[in-house]
């Protein structure tokens, strides 16, 4: 709302007379009448983020409407129509629980604008008829003059019109890692900190027009679709669309062979229930949320479940710069002495022209600098004038420990080469130096001294640099061994990302944003040619806001799967739209609550531990895709054809029940499964998944029908106990084929399965093999014989289920990678060798 100027290439001009700003805004440096105030205030509305608040019932209920929830709630109505109570309370209860989980995952991550608005001032102090009078930032309007001071959060976009200066802190917002000096004309940004000096403004913009609006608007807009859920709701189609397929041939045909129709569809329905994933979404959100837990121990929180599928696919990581790859805080490099005695004359002298009260990073960076900070209070400074944007130095007069006076001076290069008046040998000589440092994105400063009001003489240069971090190099070397590309992005200049790039060997092939990509959301270039520039750079300089969001829309574009990181503000929109948006250490609550993942340690070293933790929470969830499939063509096919083979139903209705409780109920064991770790991203393979379920399936079927020859034919069962003996042989197979389906390679290979899982699967199998013998009323009971010949066929079968897994897996090419990667994880781990680069899934 207001005036908004920008320049030809789209970008906010940097200063406007107040004349000009007046006259656009019709307003004046008396401000605003009330009334005038009041009439605005109805034509741009209030200065606060807009609001679309959803009912909370609205969004629970919309939980209950979509494929998966359509699924169970209709095999909830069939089992209340034929008044199957058992089955109907136990569908409801996983129904409820899917919601609820859903429903408190979008809660906490849907807070990301709520957490903006935090961020708001409460109130503005305005001219309003002549006075000045303290108002609620919500009701400021642009033409309103407003006073900022020193500990100000800025409360709305305005321009600088009166004052001498005034320091800003706005790195939430822009990135930029020390405060910035405005002046008359320039645009201070709502949001920001002002950290020294006083001044008057006028509102040039409010609420979502405001640079922290549009920033909060771009949070609400970004959705990245989960993969997680796109795999869920396929194999849940494909799961639904075989049950009801096979139990329309079986209806149509056992109609027409007399059976009596409720009966049928009774069984019909059973079948259906047992067949289809109605315990899959409830399954995978627990193990997600007991690898979220485990995640918790590396200090990393997860804020969405599903994130964690998507942190085990992640292949590009757009790194943030400033406080995550470098350490946000300045240091000094090796200083340029020009007439100092030497180098600790030289920041001696930097230092008593600094303040550390005053908190600024420059005059800290100095003073850290000494070899010893002591010294300090050997000096008295008597008088000290802070830096301003006009003068561009600090001064203090001091008294040093003889009692001697002198005057100390530091501040741009420029102003202090000009106090001191050098020749032009000097200053061509320290010219070439800061150009030097420059390249390397240092910035410099230059120190001189006075004595006794004498001349100044300049003493020489202090560098002054953002160091990376300790463990970014190695931990950029760690994600490249676990398949995942580093790009660093920054708001610097070209120089100082090519120089910080290149300390982390992150590359030299660094792009700046404005070129292809206008910080509106345009893409400068064809947006294919934009997207490839995106995929090949190595890193991002002089970055926008807007940039960040539309780096990751493109390279999702090129079909990565992008984490980003991020702490501001100006990092929400891209966070949301990530994939994998990371919130580091410090982050503000916005970036936090936009963000699936949060650190709580600092820097990005905690991402592997992430990586690999994600990577085996996803092989679980591959494991239980597949034993669930595979399970339900095994019961399924086979129950279906055994029915029109033979003309009776080779299981019962109380049967698939009992089956449903010992394999279904025991397989949340899942989530605590030791896992290989695969050294590469890991995505959704469907045509993996249900190839190798298709064959485990049909292997499982012909196994069944094996048994069923064998148990009429051999052990002359009548057909209760065959329906006894065909319902043990399920039970036993059931868990076998979850240890056949949980391994890349041979499953009596490493790695082994956790213990509560065995332990679960022999538990609830020694109960079906008490109630395939005794019968406890349920089911007719077999003999000991038939029982031991149930459990000696279903471990051999298991055998050659697992062989027939392997060739599958190596017709694809996925066995012999398994093997590799294993292997080389194996040296890797007993050398500390490095793993080539093989071959992507």
């Given at each position: ?124 102090r305005v001219l309003r008829d002549g006075n000045w009078q303290s108002v609620e930032a919500r009701d400021l309007v642009p033409g309103d003059v407003i006073r900022l001071r020193m500990g100000d959060i800025i409360p709305a976009d305005c321009r600088l019109i009166d004052g001498d200066y005034l320091s800003v802190d706005q790195s939430a917002l822009t990135g930029e890692s020390l405060p910035v000096q405005k002046a008359v004309g320039n645009l201070a940004y709502s949001g920001a900190v002002a950290k020294q000096g006083e001044m008057e403004a006028v509102v040039t913009a409010t609420g979502g027009e405001t640079f922290f609006g549009k920033t909060a608007r771009l949070v609400s807009d970004a959705k990245a ?188 290069l420029q102003v202090i080469l000009d106090l001191a008046g050098v020749d032009d040998a000097t200053r061509a000589k320290a010219e070439d130096a800061s150009h030097g440092f420059a390249v390397k994105g240092y910035r410099t400063i230059g120190v001189a001294r006075s004595e006794d009001g004498g001349d100044w003489r300049f003493l020489g240069i202090l560098p002054l640099f953002d160091p990376p971090r300790e463990d970014s190099k190695e931990t950029i070397e760690q994600a490249g061994k676990h398949g995942i590309e580093v790009k660093m992005v920054t708001g610097d200049n070209l120089a100082i990302a090519k120089e910080i790039s290149g300390q982390l060997n992150l590359g030299q092939n660094i792009s700046v ?329």
């Amino acid at each position: 709302m207001g005036a908004q100027h920008t320049d030809s290439t789209g970008k906010e001009q940097d200063y406007r007379s107040p004349e000009e700003v007046f006259k656009d805004l019709d307003s004046s440096a008396q401000g605003l009448s009330g009334a005038e105030a009041a009439k605005r205030l109805a034509q741009y509305g209030p200065n606060a983020l807009e609001e679309h608040k959803v009912s909370p019932l609205m969004k629970f209920l919309g939980y209950f409407w979509g494929p998966i929830p359509w699924m169970i709630e209709v095999a909830a109505i069939l089992s209340l129509a034929v008044r199957h109570w058992a089955d109907f309370f136990i569908i409801l209860a996983l129904l409820v629980f899917n919601a609820v989980v859903g429903f408190w995952q979008e809660y906490q991550a849907g807070n990301a604008v709520d957490a903006l608005k935090s961020k708001l001032a409460l109130k503005g102090r305005v001219l309003r008829d002549g006075n000045w009078q303290s108002v609620e930032a919500r009701d400021l309007v642009p033409g309103d003059v407003i006073r900022l001071r020193m500990g100000d959060i800025i409360p709305a976009d305005c321009r600088l019109i009166d004052g001498d200066y005034l320091s800003v802190d706005q790195s939430a917002l822009t990135g930029e890692s020390l405060p910035v000096q405005k002046a008359v004309g320039n645009l201070a940004y709502s949001g920001a900190v002002a950290k020294q000096g006083e001044m008057e403004a006028v509102v040039t913009a409010t609420g979502g027009e405001t640079f922290f609006g549009k920033t909060a608007r771009l949070v609400s807009d970004a959705k990245a679709v989960s993969h997680f859920q796109k795999a869920v709701i396929r194999i849940g189609d494909y799961l639904i669309f075989l049950s009801l397929a096979l139990v329309a041939v079986l209806i149509v045909v056992q109609l027409f062979r007399g059976t009596p129709f409720l009966e049928l569809v009774q069984f019909a329905l059973i079948l259906t229930v047992a067949s289809i994933p109605v315990a899959m979404p409830a399954v995978l959100s627990v193990t997600m949320a007991v690898g979220a837990l485990a995640l918790s121990k590396h200090k990393a929180i997860v804020s969405r479940l599903e994130s964690i599928e998507e942190m085990a696919g992640m292949d590009i990581l757009c790194s943030d710069k400033t406080g995550t790859l470098t350490q946000n805080k300045l240091k000094l490099g090796d200083p340029v002495v020009f007439e100092a005695r030497d180098a600790a004359e030289l920041i001696l002298a930097g230092s008593l022209a600094s303040k550390a009260e005053n908190e600024d990073a420059i005059d800290i960076a100095v003073m850290d600098g000494l070899a010893d900070r002591a010294v300090l209070s050997t000096y008295t400074q008597e008088k000290f004038v802070p830096f301003d944007p006009v003068g561009k130095r600090t001064e203090a007069s001091v008294k040093g420990p003889d009692g001697a006076g002198f005057k100390v001076s530091k501040g741009a290069l420029q102003v202090i080469l000009d106090l001191a008046g050098v020749d032009d040998a000097t200053r061509a000589k320290a010219e070439d130096a800061s150009h030097g440092f420059a390249v390397k994105g240092y910035r410099t400063i230059g120190v001189a001294r006075s004595e006794d009001g004498g001349d100044w003489r300049f003493l020489g240069i202090l560098p002054l640099f953002d160091p990376p971090r300790e463990d970014s190099k190695e931990t950029i070397e760690q994600a490249g061994k676990h398949g995942i590309e580093v790009k660093m992005v920054t708001g610097d200049n070209l120089a100082i990302a090519k120089e910080i790039s290149g300390q982390l060997n992150l590359g030299q092939n660094i792009s700046v944003a404005g070129k292809w990509l206008k910080a509106d959301g345009e893409d400068g270039a064809k947006p294919m040619e934009a997207a490839e520039e995106v995929e090949q750079s190595d890193g991002f300089a002089q970055v926008f806001p807007e940039h960040k969001f539309n780096i990751v829309k493109l390279l999702q574009s090129r079909n990565h799967i992008v984490g980003m990181t991020g702490d501001g503000v100006n990092d929400a929109p891209a966070l949301k739209q990530a994939d994998m948006g990371i919130a580091v250490s410090g982050a503000t609550d916005a970036a936090r609550m936009a963000a699936d993942l949060v650190l709580t340690a600092p820097g990005i070293s905690v991402i592997i531990n992430a990586v690999e933790e994600a990577r085996r929470i996803f092989e679980r969830m591959d494991s239980y895709a597949i034993y669930r499939i595979t399970e339900t063509i095994r019961i399924m096919i086979f129950v279906v054809l055994a029915m029109i083979a033979f003309n009776f139903y080779p299981i019962t209705a109380i049967m698939i029940i009992l089956l449903a409780f010992l394999n279904d109920v025991p397989i949340i064991t899942i989530a605590y499964d030791r896992t290989w770790l695969d050294p590469h991203p890991v995505r959704w393979n469907m045509h993996r998944v249900l190839s190798v379920s298709l064959a485990m399936g049909l292997t499982g079927v012909c196994g069944s029908f094996l048994m069923l020859y064998l148990g009429l034919t051999w052990l002359h069962l009548s057909i209760a106990e065959v329906q006894t003996y065909i319902f043990l042989k399920m039970a036993v197979s059931g868990h076998l084929t979850l240890f056949v389906s949980r391994s890349r390679g041979y499953f009596w290979k490493r790695p082994y399965p956790a213990p509560v899982m065995i332990w679960s699967a022999v538990g609830t199998k020694v109960l079906g093999t008490f109630v395939a013998a005794w019968g406890f009323g349920l089911i007719a009971p077999i003999d000991w014989t038939a029982i031991g010949l149930v459990w000696a066929y279903s471990l051999v079968w298991a055998f050659l289920t697992d062989f027939v897994k392997m060739a599958i897996y190596h017709h694809m090419g996925e066995g012999a990678s398994h093997n590799r990667a294993f292997l080389c994880r194996v040296r890797q781990s007993l050398h500390a060798g490095f793993c080539p680069d093989s071959r992507r899934r």
